[in-house]
């Protein structure tokens, strides 16, 4: 992720919109895996040590992304784009940090659906 954005680096060092776009790509790929964990661990599917580490990559990534895109890193036409990228990312992250901290609950779990949902309509938007 970050040779991409490293690529998309415009002339004063900013990313541009297309840097931006390859965030959203890697944010909407990072946002599907996450679902698939909260949908498997609300059926019981995987081991709460295996989720609680997984959850807490996913937020690592979502962090990532979310200070990737601040304001002062992008160049001003990908500007709105970068700011609904990092709502997704907030959201996200949001989400894995709460699976993490209650791995083997299964209703926490099936809670945090919704706010994944969130996270993908704010990535379908940007």
Do not use: I
Not at 5 to 14: E, K, Y
């Amino acid at each position: 992720m970050v040779a991409f954005a490293l690529l998309g680096l415009t002339a004063c060092g900013q990313l541009d919109t297309s840097a931006v776009e390859q965030q959203r790509v890697q944010l909407k790929s990072t946002v599907a895996e996450a679902a698939l964990l909260v949908s498997g661990a609300a059926q019981s599917e995987f081991t709460a040590p295996f989720v609680k580490v997984r959850a807490e990559e996913l937020s690592d990534d979502a962090g990532k992304a979310e200070s990737g895109l601040a304001d002062s890193q992008v160049a001003p036409p990908a500007l709105a784009r970068a700011a609904k990228l990092r709502e997704a990312a907030r959201l996200l992250a949001a989400a894995m940090d709460r699976l993490s901290a209650s791995p083997g609950d299964p209703r926490v779990a099936a809670g945090l659906s919704a706010q994944l949902k969130q996270a993908q309509a704010a990535l379908d938007a940007a």
